[in-house]
């Protein structure tokens, strides 16, 4: 299959541009999009054909239930039941934004999109391009990240053809995202509401309108833990890893420095290749070693921003060895270290 690729601007979006893909999800095709926060492979959420097309596509376990995608609210009654007023607030402040919510589902979702669960992910982007081809094609889509099952989630087109190209026969390209990572999922099924998944939306912000929110224990954790068993299915697998071995070290910034220093020079002297992850305030501290920024430690958003694109980066370099700084789980730091831990495989180091 060839994989084309549609550019599309977002600021001057034409409905023509629209038209072809539209019409492939209608058919029970799959089209790749950008969404603010990652790239999404879209299918109708409501053809179960559609959506198994998406796991062979990624290569991705279908017990891991999809987003469904929507560009009106009208459309949550029409996917789930039993909805909270506490879902409606939600929708009002947050949407449409990075922001996605575990539901009761209706009849209508079909078990190929939820992985057999009775509960349906419902999210509404705020990104044009992804509301225009909903709008367009008039189907709910069923969209996780485009990339690769196992490989971090795509910040631009190219990711999405470098890990779908031939797999699937549309990419909408609509440049690099703003976000760079994941929506935050909140779990309302149950008594206290859960973040299943950290994201851009804070739980400082969800408790302007949930003040009992609590992270789900799996999410919070610094070890790998395998006794506690994670809500959110997607959140058990291995997750945003480079290829090379990541080991992340925290503590004291100067001294987070010279170890990762030391441990560099130490694999780089055994004829590896070796990268480290740092930051805009400790990039020219080291010497002589690949070093690449991941963005400000004042403004956690540029580094959530070039995270996923950074480890793509290391991918390319043929990184074996990669060393990195911890970042403050401030505010999107709490989302920003949650994938960094995962793509770690909770190897950190305390300096
Ligand atoms: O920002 C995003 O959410 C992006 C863009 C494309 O919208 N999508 C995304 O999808 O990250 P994905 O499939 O990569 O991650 C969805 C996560 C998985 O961890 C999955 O297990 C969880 O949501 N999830 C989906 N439906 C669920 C449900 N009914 N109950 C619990 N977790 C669910
Ligand atoms: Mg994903």
Not at 11 to 40: C, I, M, N, S
Not at 47 to 59: L, N
Not at 273 to 299: I, M, N, P, Q, W
Not at 322 to 332: A, K, L, Q
């Amino acid at each position: 299959m060839e994989t084309r690729v549609i550019p599309v601007v977002r600021e001057h979006l034409q409905k023509e541009d629209f038209v072809e893909a539209a019409q492939l999800l209608r058919d029970g095709e799959l089209v790749a999009f950008p969404t603010e926060t990652v790239y999404g492979l879209g299918g109708d959420a409501l053809d179960p054909d559609a959506s198994r097309r998406i796991y062979a596509a990624k290569g991705r376990p279908s017990d891991n239930p999809l987003i469904v995608h929507i560009a009106d609210t009208d459309a949550l009654p029409v996917l789930a039941k039993e909805i909270p007023a506490s879902a409606w607030e939600l929708a009002k402040r947050f949407w449409p934004g990075p922001m996605t919510m575990i539901l009761k589902k209706r009849e209508i979702v079909p078990d190929a999109t939820t992985g057999g669960l009775d509960t349906v992910a419902i999210r509404m982007p705020s990104d044009p391009v992804a509301a225009m081809l909903i709008r367009e094609s008039g189907v709910y889509i069923a969209a996780p990240s485009a990339n690769a099952s196992g490989r971090p989630s795509p910040t631009r087109a190219e990711h999405v053809y470098e890990d779908l190209n031939g797999r699937i026969p549309m990419i909408l390209d609509g440049g690099p995202v703003p976000i760079g990572l994941e929506s935050t999922i909140v779990d309302l099924t149950g008594g206290v509401p859960m973040i299943l998944r950290p994201g851009y939306i804070t739980i400082e912000q969800l408790r302007e309108i949930l003040p009992d929110v609590m992270y789900d224990p799996a999410v919070v954790g610094r070890v790998r833990n395998d006794s506690i068993v994670a809500k959110a299915p997607g959140m058990r697998y291995r997750h945003y890893a480079p290829k090379g071995e990541l080991t992340i070290y925290e503590g004291d910034l100067a001294a987070v420095v010279a170890r990762v220093q030391a441990e560099a020079d130490a694999k780089l002297a055994q004829g590896y290749t070796v990268a480290v992850l740092a930051s805009e305030e400790t990039k020219d501290c080291y010497k002589g070693l690949t070093v690449r920024s991941v963005g400000d430690r004042e403004e956690e958003a540029t580094v959530a921003a070039h995270l996923f694109d950074t480890l793509r980066e290391f991918d390319r370099m043929g990184a074996e060895y990669i060393f990195g700084e911890c970042f403050p789980e401030e505010g999107v730091g709490q989302a920003v270290m949650n994938r960094l831990m995962k793509a770690a495989g909770y190897r950190i180091v305390q300096v």
